[in-house]
C-alpha cells in the first residue's frame, strides 16, 4: 500500500473543507496579548460546534501552511500569501528561489556580485537581510553568522525537488517567531518517491553559464527515498571578477513506520566556490579575493496521527556553515609609524551552527474550531576571530512557545488568533500577538481586516561585534582601526502592522484576485551610527539610547561604527494585489503589483528603501501536447539599498522560454531555449565602489535539456 504523504503535504482531512468568512471590529494594540488569550478561551470552550460548509468557488483555492500552522483554504488565513507551485515553478525555467520571488508583490530581488541574491519584502535592503524568515520543509536557513539573513547562493536546495513556495506578505513571529519581523519565504519540497526512477538534465549558456542536475529515487514498502544533485557554474556580473560555482546533494527520506506513525530524513551540502571584492577599494578594505563555503544540515522530523484534524510533531535539525574568506588589506604612509605601504591580513573565516528542537500538537478540540500549538529551543553558535575578536564561540540560546487557532462562529465568519511568547537569554520575554477576521460576503469573495505585532531580536554582532585591524594581523601595536563595535544595550525592533484584504475568485477566466492594504509601523530600527571618536549630535540624533563606546586603545585611523535603536519610527504603507487567471485554452496568466510608500526618519535609509512601484507579469502558454512558451516582464521603479550605496534607475526587464517536449509520456525528453535579462541594459545593485562603471545585468540565452535514464 502506498503510504499517505507525510507532514505538509498531507493535507486531506474533513476539517480542511473551505470555511466562509467575515470582518470584525479591531482592538488597540495595546490590549491585545489580553484579547488573544480571552479569546483563545472562549474558543477552546465554545459549546455549540457549527459544521464547516463547502463552498464551490473556494474548493479550488490552495490550501497552505505558512499563514498560522494550520492547513487552511487562501480564503481563510491571516495575512496575504502568495503560492507559486510546482508546475509554474518549472514552466519559468528559472535556476534559482530569488529569480522566482521577483514575481511576489512586495518583493525587491537584486543580483550582487559573488552570487549573491538580495531578497526583501518593503524594501529596507542592505547585504544582509534579517527582517525575513525562509523555511525549507520547516527548517529555518537563516544565518546566525555577522549581521544574519540568507545567503540563496549556499543554501542546500535544489530547484527540481521544490514542490511549492508560499510567500506570507507581511509580519508572522506570531507564527515563527522573531526572524520572520516582515514576511515568510516557506518553500516544501516534494514527497520521496512520486516519480521512481533516474533524471538527468545539463544546461548550456551564453557568458560561460553551464549546469548539471540528476535526481534519482525509488520506493520498496513503506521507505522511499531521494537523491537530488546539481552543479552550477556562473560568470557573473561582467564588470567584476564574478565567477561563482557550487555543488549541492540532498538526501530524502519517507518512511512509514505503522498506520499512525510517519519519519521523515532530510540530509544536505552544498560546497560553493566565488569571486569577492572590488579592485582599488580604499585600504584595500573589499580586495579581490575568492571564498569557499561548504553549508550542510540535518533534519529529522515524527509524526503520528492522533485524529481526523489531529496530530503530533516532533523534529531537530542542525545547520551548519563553514566559510574560507582571506585576502590583504595595506596600511599607507603613515609617519611615524610606518614609513612605508604595510600589509595586513585581513579574514572572515567563520563557523556558525543551529540546533533546534521542536514539538508540535494539532487538534480540533470542537467541529468548528481547530488549534495548533507547540514549543521550540534553539542555540546558535558562531566563532569567528575577526567579527568578535576572540577565539571563543559566542553563543545566543531562544525558547519559545506559540498557540494559533481559527474559530468559526457562524459560517460566513472566521477568526484567526494567535501568539508567539519568545524569550532570547539575557532578554526578557516579548510577546507576538496577532488577530484577524475573515468574512465572506457572497460565495467565492471575502474580506479580511486584521493586526499583529512583531520583533526582531539583534543579531550577534550587533550586541557584541568587535571588528578590530591591526598591521600584524591580530595583535602587535599600533591599533590601525576599529571598524565595528556591538552595543550591548541593544533593543530588539518592533512592527505593529494592520492590514484590509480581498480574495476574490470568479468564474470568468477562472480568475482568483488577491489585494492586501497594509500599514506598518517600526520602532526601535536598528542602525549603525558612527561610536569613536565621540559621536556628533546629529549622528545619533535620531538614536533612542545614545550609545557609549570606549575604544580599548586609540586607534590611528578614526571610523568605529557601532548600532543603536532609532527613537522616531519608520512607517510604511501600500497596497498590493496578484492575479491568477486562465484567459484561453492552455494558457495561465499571474499579474502582481504593489505600491509602497516608505518616511523614514533619518537619512542613512530614506523613502527609497522600497521601490514606489513594482509589476510582474507570466504568461504561460501550452500550445499543443508537446509545444509550451513562457513570457515574463518585471518593473521596478526606482530604489537605494541601504549602506551608502547609489540609487538603481528605474528598469523593465524581459524573460523569454520556449519548451518542447518529446517521446512518450512515460519517457520524454525535454527541450527548452531561455532568453534572460531581455529589453535594456539594466543594473539592480549600485555600491558607491562602482559608481564609475556600474554593475549590468548580462543578457543570457540558456539551452536546455532533461531525460529519463
Known sequence: MKPTAPFHTRIGDPNLESHEVATLPWPGGAKLAGLWFGLLATMVGAASAQSITERDFLEELPVVLSASRIPQSLAMTPGAVTVLDRDFIRASGYRDVPSLLKLVPGFLVATERGGYSHVTYHGLGNAYNNRMQVLIDGRSVYTPYHLGGVDWFAVPLTIDEIERIEAFRGSNSTTYGSNAFMGVVNIITRDA????????????????????????????????????????????????????????????????????????????????????????????????????????????RWRRTLGPGADLQAGYYRNDEHATDEFNGFIPLLPPFFLAPVTVPIDFNRRASRDNLEIQHRFSPAANLRVAWGAEVRRDAVRSRRIFFSTATMTQRLARAYANAEWQPRAALTLNAGAMFER??????????????????????????????????????????????????????????????????????????????????????????????????????????????????????????????????????????????????????????????????????????????????????????????????????????????????????????????????????????????????????????????????????????????????????????????
Not at 550577534?460 to 582601526?481: Q, T, V
Not at 551608502?644 to 524573460?655: I, R
Request: include cysteine; charged fraction near 20%; proline fraction near 7%.
Open 424 to 709: 532570547y537569554a539575557d532578554d526578557r520575554t516579548r510577546v507576538a500577538p496577532r488577530l484577524f477576521a475573515n468574512w465572506q460576503v457572497r460565495p467565492g469573495h471575502t474580506l479580511r481586516l486584521g493586526q499583529s505585532i512583531a520583533h526582531r531580536a539583534p543579531s550577534l554582532a550587533e550586541e557584541k561585534a568587535d571588528i578590530r585591524i591591526y598591521p600584524g594581523g591580530y595583535s602587535g601595536f599600533p591599533l590601525l582601526r576599529i571598524s565595528y563595535a556591538g552595543f550591548a544595550g541593544i533593543e530588539p525592533e518592533r512592527i505593529a502592522a494592520s492590514e484590509v484584504g480581498y480574495v476574490g475568485q470568479f468564474r470568468t477566466w477562472e480568475a482568483t484576485f488577491d489585494l492586501r492594504a497594509y500599514r506598518e509601523t517600526l520602532a526601535g530600527m536598528i542602525q549603525e551610527v558612527r561610536g569613536f571618536p565621540p559621536p556628533t549630535p546629529q549622528s545619533v540624533a535620531f538614536c533612542k539610547v545614545a550609545p557609549a563606546y570606549v575604544p580599548p586603545q586609540p586607534a590611528l585611523m578614526p571610523g568605529t561604527f557601532t548600532f543603536c535603536n532609532s527613537g522616531i519610527p519608520a512607517r510604511f504603507r501600500g497596497l498590493e494585489w496578484h492575479l491568477s487567471a486562465r484567459p484561453a485554452q492552455g494558457a495561465q496568466l499571474k499579474l502582481s503589483y504593489s505600491h509602497t510608500r516608505a518616511v523614514m526618519p533619518f537619512a542613512a535609509i530614506h523613502e527609497k528603501a522600497a521601490p514606489r512601484h513594482s509589476v510582474s507579469a507570466t504568461w504561460i502558454q501550452d500550445w499543443s501536447a508537446r509545444w509550451s512558451s513562457t513570457l515574463t516582464a518585471v518593473h521596478y521603479s526606482s530604489y537605494e539599498w541601504g549602506s551608502g550605496s547609489l540609487e538603481v534607475h528605474p528598469y523593465t526587464a524581459y524573460d523569454a522560454r520556449i519548451a518542447y517536449r518529446h517521446g512518450d509520456r512515460a519517457r520524454p525528453v525535454d527541450f527548452a531555449v531561455q532568453f534572460l535579462n531581455l529589453g535594456s541594459p539594466h543594473t539592480e545593485f549600485r555600491p558607491s565602489a562602482l559608481e564609475h562603471r556600474g554593475n549590468p545585468v548580462p543578457r543570457v540565452v540558456l539551452l536546455s535539456v532533461r531525460f529519463a535514464i
Open 193 to 300: 518517491g512520486e516519480r521512481p526512477g533516474t533524471e538527468l538534465g545539463f544546461s548550456l549558456g551564453s557568458d560561460r553559464l553551464g549546469d548539471l542536475m540528476l535526481r534519482h529515487e525509488r520506493r520498496a514498502g513503506e521507505l522511499a527515498w531521494r537523491v537530488s544533485a546539481e552543479v552550477r557554474y556562473d560568470r557573473g556580473l561582467p564588470n567584476n571578477i564574478d565567477m561563482t560555482r557550487k555543488g549541492v546533494v540532498t538526501l530524502r527520506g519517507d518512511y512509514r513506520i505503522s498506520a499512525r506513525d510517519e519519519l521523515e530524513l532530510g540530509l544536505g551540502v552544498n560546497d560553493s566556490r566565488r569571486g569577492l571584492g572590488f579592485e582599488g577599494t580604499a585600504l584595500n578594505s573589499n580586495g579581490l579575493r575568492p571564498i569557499r563555503a561548504t553549508n550542510s544540515f540535518a533534519h529529522a
